[in-house]
């Protein structure tokens, strides 16, 4: 018998398509053009169920989603105390791409935000992995920054249960006028929260941003966070425990951005958002979320996203509290 869940997941991609508000994200360019009415929605369970409907095939850019990925990986790559030292644990109060650093320090306030993602990219280890030996060239691209998004793409993989690819013209795109980012890094490297040339942290960290996902990877992402770090697919220990948690902690208070604290009362799950249109959503010990739509609302939030998530926490009680 089919499982009733995918008439259900088609039920509520449905009734959230009729909102046509927001706009697509105008400052990368394939990301201007793509089709503001593609969507999709996902869910993967703990016990390895995937469930994908709408856009099933569609490949899109992961954007800010890559950043509790990327978190968790520095974390077992150098340790917590060394990530915390680099990184703070709170919410900015402000837009994805200000600078939102603490005085004194200089830490970025958490790795949700650009700032944060630069820097915690900066965190994984170099030594492990070998630079994949078809990455195209490109101003930056050193060796170094060349492990280190190896480093990288091989984790996020790991997470989505398969080979992840980079589009290489959306990161060039985007690193052609990435010039807040670029602000955000030379910042950085004045409070020596980084150490290498802001341009080339700015290089790895777009790279990654411009990995290709599905709507099924991401809740399977999702799905491995939930699972204390375990792929539910494949049984592959991506990350430990302590990673997973402090995670999702983070994306619980942060990843949403200004609009997380409406996020945290009314959906009430550990969520991140990316400007492509996706959003994922974590209930821990149970399920991976994702949908996609491209269609932004003010801070940078996927319009559809959020009402399809508000339609899933309600439906099935999701709400943590
Ligand atoms: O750095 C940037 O601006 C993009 N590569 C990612 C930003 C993003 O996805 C913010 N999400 N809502």
Redesign the pocket.
Known sequence: MRSPIPDYLDEVLDTCSSDRSGHVAD??GTLASADPDVHALAISTVDGSVYDVGAREHQFTI??ICKPFVYALAIDDIGLDRVLQAVGVEPSGEA??ELSLEGGTGRPYNPMI?AGAIASHQLVRTDVWDPDPHTPGGEHRTEDVRRRVARVLGGLSAFAGHDLSIDYATADD?FAS?HR?MAIAHMLRNHEIITNPPAEAVRG??DV?SALVSVADIALMAATLANSGVNPVTGARVVSPTAARQTLSVMATCGM?DGSGRWLAQIGIPAK????GGIIGVLPGQVGIASFSPR?DAV??SVQGVQMFERLSADMGLHLM
Do not use: T
């Open positions: 400052y990368i954007q800010s994805f791409n650009n985007e990435a980012n960290y777009i941003c951005y958002s990316g400007v492509s932004l940078g939030n």
